[in-house]
């Protein structure tokens, strides 16, 4: 199970740290990623991360995407925010030992988060 968290109202140029916490495994043997959607558009991906944590991909700058297996956390920070970054975000896990454009496919990820809603004003 994922439960994400962090979420919330922020204006322009601001900040946020999502996390999401993973339960009913070993963590490190996951893949993490973070997705979004705003309303009205298919979900996207908006970075990856290795299960050793040594890994990351297709970063949606300028956030970063960090995990913390001993405590089966990981963890989106969100910088710069702009209203174009308001979305549903979401964590996933995979088991797969993903590569490539699989990585960013939303059909690779068995386990998902709840979401939660990121709304970032001007």
């Known amino acids: 199970q994922l439960q994400a968290s962090g979420g919330g109202p922020v204006q322009a140029g601001g900040s946020l740290r999502l996390s999401c916490r993973f339960s009913g495994g070993t963590f490190s043997h996951y893949d993490m990623a973070w997705f979004r959607q705003a309303q009205g558009k298919e979900r996207e991906h908006v970075g990856i991360?290795?299960?050793?944590?040594d890994s990351t991909y297709y970063v949606h700058y300028p956030f970063d995407i960090s995990r913390d297996n001993a405590k089966s956390t990981v963890f989106l920070q969100m910088n710069e925010l702009k209203p174009e970054d308001t979305a549903v975000y979401y964590c996933?896990?995979?088991?797969?030992?993903?590569?490539?454009?699989?990585?960013?496919?939303?059909?690779?990820?068995?386990?998902w988060g709840q979401g939660t809603q990121v709304t970032v004003s001007s």
């Open positions: 996933a896990a995979s088991r797969r030992g993903l590569v490539g454009s699989l990585r960013y496919a939303t059909t690779s990820y068995d386990c």
């Open positions: 991360i290795s299960g050793n944590g």
